[in-house]
């Protein structure tokens, strides 16, 4: 099965910088995606690890593990406007596409 | 790029009735879309995959016969909840993946719709 890890809930000041760890335990691995989800509203894409170490883009930035099954996206100037959830989600198997998410982790900008 | 879109995006129906939810990819083609439901602060649990030309594959526990999906072509994915019950409440999210384009892995969601049987 697929065992997909996130803090429930981050509380961050308006300028700061916030971690969100993401560890998994899935039958094969085949990337691991970031969303961004704010109420009532789809997810948006924000980034994909597949090789190990760190993707920047822009003031997110995400990075992975393969061999301790471990992901973190690093919000750097964090404005109010990044108050949502952020989904961790990983495809397991290469024959298909389908992603498995974490239940999320809900980050409130604080001024 | 890369725009879903799903119609309606709000619909209230009453007990017994079927609904009909379009998922449209509008500027790629899509061989494989997918149907997923998210309860409130809840993360989204996948339904279906819904392959253009061929059967929808279910994920266990899913009733294919209760949530009808048709991929007519490469840019149109339907998802039918047939005989709706309050229980089938819920935001049904849809997202497609570029078959074509760069990255053939990302999917890209909907943005959503809000059913509420009354």
């Known amino acids: 099965g697929q065992n997909i890890d996130q803090p429930t809930e981050m509380t961050a000041t308006e300028g700061a910088i916030v971690q969100i760890n993401c560890t998994y335990q899935?039958?094969?691995?085949?990337?691991l995606f970031w969303y961004q989800q704010h109420a009532g509203e789809a997810p948006t894409f924000l980034s994909y690890?597949?090789?190990?170490g760190l993707e920047e883009k822009g003031r997110f930035s995400s990075f992975l593990s393969r061999s301790k099954g471990y992901s973190y996206l690093l919000l750097k100037e964090l404005q109010m406007k990044d108050s949502a959830s952020y989904l961790c989600a990983v495809r397991g198997r290469s024959n298909d596409y389908k992603l498995s998410f974490g239940a999320g982790t809900t980050v409130t900008v604080r001024a | 790029g890369a725009v879903v879109s799903q119609h309606p995006s709000r619909v209230i129906c009453k007990s017994g009735t079927s609904v009909k939810i379009e998922c449209r990819s509008l500027?790629?083609?899509?061989?494989?879309m997918f149907w997923y439901r998210q309860f409130p602060k809840q993360s989204l649990m996948l339904m279906a995959t819904?392959?253009?030309?061929?059967?929808?594959?279910?994920e266990q526990g899913v009733e294919k016969d209760k949530f009808l999906i048709n991929h007519a072509s490469l840019t149109l994915s339907t998802l039918t909840v047939t005989s709706a019950h309050p229980e089938d409440s819920s935001f049904y999210i849809c997202s497609a993946r570029d078959s074509y384009g760069e990255s053939t892995d990302t999917q890209y969601f909907g943005p959503g719709t809000r059913l509420t049987v009354l």
């Open positions: 500027d790629f083609q899509a061989t494989t």
């Open positions: 690890n597949v090789l190990d």
């Open positions: 819904s392959n253009e030309g061929s059967k929808a594959t279910y």
């Open positions: 899935t039958s094969g691995f085949n990337g």
